[in-house]
Structures are given as C-alpha cells and as structure tokens.
C-alpha cells in the first residue's frame, strides 16, 4: 500500500470516529432531555414531535453521509489502484 492509500484510509478512519461520535451525541441528548422513556426502540417514545423531527433528520443526515463517504472511499482507492498499474 503506497502512501496515498495509507492517507486516504487514515483520513477515512478519523472521518467515521468524528460520524460516530456525534451519533452518539445524538443519543445521548436524546437521553438527557428524558424524552425517552427506556433504552428499546428510540425513537418512538420521544415525547416532544419537533425534537423527534430534529433526531431523526440529523440521523439519517449521519447515516447518508456515512454511505457516501464510503463510496466516495472505495472510488479512490480503486483509483489508485488503477493508476500504480498491475
């Protein structure tokens, strides 16, 4: 693996530990506020509609960048491929 490849996987790497830290912070807000009444199926036991709306868009915010910075990872790491040659 040259180097650019050990960067880029680096980069990726940092990249999904900041994503799943704030997914956790998401949580955990959700939590606090005591909005939810137990640790089963989240979301369907906030009280409050507008922070229901606001954790499930940031979720799925979270969750769509996950899979298009995965995409956008295994692009550039077949296109590295391709240009070292065989």
């Known amino acids: 693996m040259n180097k650019q490849r050990k ?3 680096l980069a990726y790497a940092l ?3 900041v994503l799943v ?3 956790f912070l998401i949580i955990s807000y959700a ?3 005591k909005h939810i ?3 089963g199926d989240l979301f369907h036991r906030v009280d ?3 922070e229901a709306l606001w954790i499930r868009l940031a979720m799925v915010a979270l ?5 298009f910075s995965s995409i956008v ?5 077949l296109f590295l491929k391709k240009k070292d040659g065989p």
Do not use: D, K, P, T
Not at 63 to 67: A, K, Q, T, Y
Not at 73 to 77: E, G, I, N, Q, R
């Open 31 to 33: 939590i606090q506020q």
């Open 15 to 17: 990249f999904l530990c």
């Open 37 to 39: 009444s137990g640790y």
């Open 7 to 9: 960067r880029i996987l």
């Open 21 to 23: 830290l704030f997914f």
């Open 48 to 50: 409050n509609r507008e």
């Open 63 to 67: 969750v769509n960048l996950f899979v």
């Open 73 to 77: 990872f295994v692009v550039l790491l």
